[in-house]
């Protein structure tokens, strides 16, 4: 009989030594980066090559086309589907001396079509089905399961809106101010977030209001944004170190509620602050699990800077933008990443680890240090060809505000207190569209400033990265071809997860 494991060291040494094949399936390797360090067998299989082929975990099938994809679903599905794919995980399974089981797979997004084309594959997919994953992600049923719980959003109300007149009464019947936030159940890094003052405000996105049968009104707090991230498992929800959220940034994203960035530091939030929120988080993980939902979640709470009160925001159930953070956190890094504990939960491994010695180190320790990332986007409302981009590695910037490159690396803790790690994700010759996601940039140094706003380094950070990347006006040829496809390349939701 085979005794379970008992401790975190434990763990991560049977991970170290797993042969068994695993793969994250996604554009970029980004929410699980530096996995590979940690899980033996384990193989990035992504579109973008981010690094120019010079990362051995990461593998990038040949394109010998230039397919256009409408979600990032759909770009998955081809990966599974690509020749050289399927020739690498026959290759991997090949090699093993001994017989194993299914090779295992990872995704950020997937959808019935993938689960079937897993089991074509014999693929075992270290997830919750696609339909307990849709139902939680619901921002409508996320809000039910937290008043369920004692964790409780900003005031609102789940309900139908047809008219700028219904919201208006809507929102009076309900104490809900003269300003409004309204989300529709689903959306993608804030693009159905509205912000709503006035009618004017309400026409613009009406359309997408009126279609659904349900969405939520929230009246409109002046608060700070955070995320903090979790594993829901057999023996309780683990939960990591609370982080600052930047929104909205317009240096960063075009869209006004959207996610843009993230800080890791030990003085942005109290002690009891980071009490109470591991203590929801909790709460949140074993009602998500009593549910169907296990494994990794992200959550994102709203601190209201005039009464002091702590509301869900949101609860992403899958990995995020904020999962790098996480994992390649001094605190994970020194136990053990966060995610292990979710590929613990989907596999045949009997554990019986007791939460809570990692959740007391998490509040204890998990903010040590000053980590930060930022998402810089493409914010023109216009198509452009890129014609310059930095590569992915190490840089400085100058005081003329040009970025320096340093050195290759594939590591973001290879930077330095006064270096970045850029990770470009759009390169040469790429369609630079609205919203397109151009880097990832890591700093050593706070993001966001104690008034909210990006802290002056960071704000030379963003306009040295921006000012790398080049573009120029598409040709006639090209613009012709847009028009005959309605779309110019590679389309599909940000990288990072959060919505």
């Given at each position: 009989m085979t005794l379970p494991i008992t401790s975190l060291s434990a763990l991560a040494e049977h991970w170290k030594h797993n042969t068994t094949p695993y793969y994250f399936v996604s554009p970029t390797h980004f929410n699980l980066m530096g996995t590979e360090n940690w899980v033996g067998g384990w193989t990035h299989i992504n579109f973008l090559d981010v690094f120019d082929g010079s990362h051995p975990g990461i593998f990038v099938p040949l394109r010998t086309e230039s397919p256009v994809f409408e979600s990032m679903e759909a770009l998955n599905a081809y990966l599974l589907g690509h020749r050289d794919v399927i020739q690498k995980m026959g290759e991997d399974r090949a090699s093993l001396s001994i017989p194993s089981p299914n090779s295992r797979v990872i995704f950020l997004f997937f959808d019935d079509t993938i689960e079937a084309l897993c089991a074509e594959l014999h693929l075992d997919i270290c997830l919750p089905s696609h339909a307990i994953c849709r139902e939680m992600d619901s921002k409508i049923v996320a809000t039910q399961l937290g008043n369920s719980v004692g964790v409780l959003s900003v005031p609102n109300v789940l309900t139908e809106i047809r008219s700028y007149k219904d919201l208006v009464e809507t929102a009076a019947a309900h104490q809900l101010g003269t300003e409004w936030v309204v989300q529709t159940p689903y959306g993608d890094s804030g693009k159905t977030t509205f912000f709503i003052s006035n009618e004017a405000d309400y026409n613009q996105v009406a359309s997408e209001i009126e279609s659904q049968p349900k969405v939520k009104v929230m009246k409109r707090i002046q608060c700070v944004g955070t995320?903090?991230?979790?594993?829901?498992?057999?023996?309780?929800?683990?939960?990591?170190?609370?982080?600052?959220?930047?929104?909205?940034?317009?240096?960063?994203?075009?869209?006004?509620?959207?996610?843009?960035?993230?800080?890791?530091?030990?003085?942005?939030?109290?002690?009891?602050?980071?009490?109470?929120?591991?203590?929801?988080?909790?709460?949140?993980?074993?009602?998500?699990?009593?549910?169907?939902?296990?494994?990794?979640?992200?959550?994102?709470?709203?601190?209201?800077?005039?009464?002091?009160?702590?509301?869900?925001?949101?609860?992403?159930?899958?990995?995020?933008?904020?999962?790098?953070?996480?994992?390649?956190?001094?605190?994970?890094?020194?136990?053990?990443?966060?995610?292990?504990?979710?590929?613990?939960?989907?596999?045949?491994?009997k554990f019986d680890i007791n939460p809570a010695e990692f959740n007391r180190d998490s509040l204890a320790v998990g903010a040590a240090g000053h980590t930060a990332q930022?998402?810089?986007?493409?914010?023109?409302?216009?198509?452009?060809?890129?014609?310059?981009?930095?590569?992915?590695?190490?840089?400085?910037?100058?005081?003329?505000?040009?970025?320096?490159?340093?050195?290759?690396?594939?590591?973001?803790?290879?930077?330095?207190?006064?270096?970045?790690?850029?990770?470009?994700?759009?390169?040469?010759?790429?369609?630079?569209?609205?919203?397109?996601?151009?880097?990832?940039?890591?700093?050593?140094?706070?993001?966001?400033?104690?008034?909210?706003?990006?802290?002056?380094?960071?704000?030379?950070?963003?306009?040295?990265?921006?000012?790398?990347?080049?573009?120029?006006?598409?040709?006639?040829?090209?613009?012709?071809?847009?028009?005959?496809?309605?779309?110019?390349?590679?389309?599909?939701?940000?990288?990072?997860g959060n919505e």
């Open positions: 995320a903090i991230e979790a594993c829901a498992t057999r023996c309780g929800t683990f939960v990591g170190p609370l982080m600052g959220e930047l929104i909205g940034d317009p240096s960063l994203t075009p869209y006004p509620g959207g996610w843009c960035g993230n800080d890791l530091v030990s003085e942005a939030f109290t002690p009891e602050l980071r009490r109470r929120t591991q203590e929801m988080t909790q709460r949140l993980g074993d009602a998500l699990y009593a549910k169907g939902y296990r494994g990794y979640f992200e959550v994102d709470y709203l601190l209201d800077t005039q009464s002091s009160d702590v509301y869900l925001g949101e609860i992403n159930p899958r990995l995020s933008g904020v999962t790098a953070m996480t994992n390649l956190s001094p605190f994970c890094q020194s136990h053990i990443p966060l995610f292990l504990l979710h590929l613990t939960e989907f596999s045949d491994l930022f998402i810089l986007k493409y914010t023109p409302d216009e198509l452009n060809i890129i014609t310059a981009a930095p590569k992915s590695g190490i840089y400085r910037h100058t005081d003329a505000g040009e970025l320096v490159f340093q050195r290759d690396s594939t590591d973001r803790r290879d930077a330095g207190p006064d270096e970045a790690f850029v990770l470009r994700i759009m390169t040469t010759s790429e369609y630079a569209y609205h919203g397109a996601d151009l880097a990832i940039v890591f700093l050593n140094t706070p993001l966001i400033g104690p008034d909210q706003k990006l802290a002056p380094t960071a704000a030379d950070w963003i306009a040295a990265t921006r000012r790398a990347f080049v573009t120029r006006p598409l040709t006639e040829d090209e613009e012709t071809m847009v028009a005959r496809y309605n779309n110019p390349g590679v389309s599909f939701k940000g990288i990072g």
